[in-house]
């Protein structure tokens, strides 16, 4: 089940807060974790079993620290355990298949390649679990007794499988007592539809001539640079809707869940453009990677380690493939670079040039991301610089027919809606409001209604 489904809208979403608001508030956390099992089981009711493993696991293990935290080599040693359970679960679900096939292709051995379905969100609730114990050890936050309260952490279903990744001492103290009124509730119910409106109006639209540019015989220039945009909005606009109906969800329920984007698409260098994107995945390991290993109070050589190592991390977390290690790698070298001698250069240049540069090298990461099959990955970057015909009149086709809608979504990844937004005054707000809702509600379910095309980008994470 997601978001975006009509089972989730018209019968979920709604029994769920029904019996929310009308249970004792010391029986909530309960219900939210009996409703959050029940979304994650919907489509793999065994994948729960993960669920019930990941929240014992870290329950006790969090206990443990506490209880042994005079003594800090066996609180050390707790840590450890907490995260070598985590990333155990975690390799052997994403990375067994890809590693077996690897070593037996470089060897000749037959070792056993499982063809397992990967667990929806996996990457993302064992980083949340994982930051649990380690906050607990740092002080951060108190180990939570309760196992109901701290299921119901793990399996909160806002966030559940594709993020924002909640930090356990960020949402500490909402656990026990959490805010409810009119006020977030209505918030809530706008940021989700705003959210919804990014995912099924324009992710959709814009994803399906991406779909066509990997599909064409005839691939030129032109073609591969516009297909690679289309998909730059498509996932943006996919993930950053996702997040925005996470945290208006979350709200409907007393939450209040960090921001995880924020204009990345403005951004005007490489390390601005990762300040905006999925800014809980950087902030985590941030936290949890690069600061541990020195962050940049370090010698040079080590500082660069960090980095790479950060980086590499960051590729592999989100997908078992070469291209997503080579991904790391060339983001990882970008950042190396702007930090040591590009960034003073391109102060120099008018932000438009710096823009130009930034979104070119997205752009080309795009590719890198989503293109799994490495012989397509090549020729796909090839024809982006200049390989094959500039030009085809499929392209104009192309071009003419997704035209507005390119325009669209370019000043929709600006905060050019957010400031006129801003100018129209309170009392004009409070009008168009309601309606914008409304009209933006009745058009998603309409285009879920009749449309046949409605992925979910984050399901191989």
């Known amino acids: 089940m997601i978001f975006s489904d009509l089972p989730f809208l018209f019968f979920y979403i709604m029994t769920c807060l029904l019996v929310y608001k009308i249970a004792p508030l010391k029986l909530r956390n309960l219900v939210l974790l009996i409703f959050s099992l029940f979304f ?15 929240i014992a696991v870290d329950y006790t293990h969090g206990m443990l620290v506490e209880k042994w935290r005079s003594n800090d080599r066996r609180a050390r040693a707790v840590v450890a355990s907490s995260v070598i359970c985590n990333l155990g679960l975690l390799v052997f679900f994403k990375y067994w298949d890809f590693l077996m096939t690897n070593i037996n292709a470089l060897t000749g051995l037959g070792l056993p390649v499982l063809g397992l379905s990967l667990p929806i ?33 793990v399996t909160l279903f806002p966030q559940l499988i594709a993020g924002p990744i909640i930090r356990y001492k960020s949402v500490a103290d909402q656990l026990e ?11 809530g119910i706008r940021r989700f ?33 516009l297909g690679i945009a289309a998909y730059a909005f498509q996932i943006y606009f996919d993930f950053s809707g996702y997040s925005d109906m996470a945290i208006g969800l979350g709200k409907l329920f007393g939450f209040d869940f960090l921001e995880n984007f924020n204009y990345p698409y403005i951004s005007k260098s490489v390390v601005e453009f990762w300040k905006r994107w999925h800014i809980s995945l950087t902030t985590w390991f941030r936290e949890y990677v690069y600061f541990p290993l020195g962050g940049n109070r370090v010698p040079k050589w080590k500082w660069i380690r960090n980095i790479l190592t950060v980086w590499i991390l960051t590729g592999v977390w989100h997908g078992a493939g070469w291209n997503f290690l080579f991904w790391g790698l060339y983001y990882a070298v970008w950042m190396l670079a702007e930090r040591m001698f590009l960034g003073k250069w391109l102060e120099k240049l008018p932000n438009a040039l710096r823009h130009i540069y930034t979104m070119a090298i997205v752009l080309v990461g795009w590719a890198l991301f989503d293109l799994t099959d490495l012989r397509q990955l090549g020729s796909y970057l090839l024809t982006m610089f200049g390989q094959g015909r500039l ?36 009392r004009t707000q409070a009008i168009l409001e309601p309606l914008l809702v409304l009209g933006a509600l009745v058009l998603c379910t309409a285009s879920l209604v009749d449309a046949s095309y409605n992925p979910f980008l984050y399901f191989r994470f």
């Open 40 to 54: 994650y089981g919907w489509g793999e009711p065994v994948y729960i079993l993960i669920m019930f493993f990941s």
């Open 121 to 153: 969100g996996i990457s993302f609730y064992t980083f949340q679990t994982m930051s649990y114990t380690i906050d607990v050890y740092r002080r951060d936050a108190p180990a939570q007794r309760n196992p109901v309260t701290f299921g119901a952490y």
């Open 177 to 187: 007592s959490r805010s409810e009124n009119l006020e977030k509730f209505t918030a």
């Open 193 to 225: 539809t705003v959210g919804m409106a990014k995912k099924v109006l324009l992710a959709n639209a814009i994803g399906q001539l991406w779909d066509a540019a990997k599909g064409t015989e005839e691939l030129t220039v032109a073609m591969a640079w």
């Open 391 to 426: 030009w085809s009149a499929g392209t104009g086709y192309y071009l003419r027919s997704y035209l507005p809608m390119l325009v669209i979504l370019t000043a929709a990844s600006t905060p050019l809606g957010k400031r006129v937004w801003a100018k129209l005054g309170e």
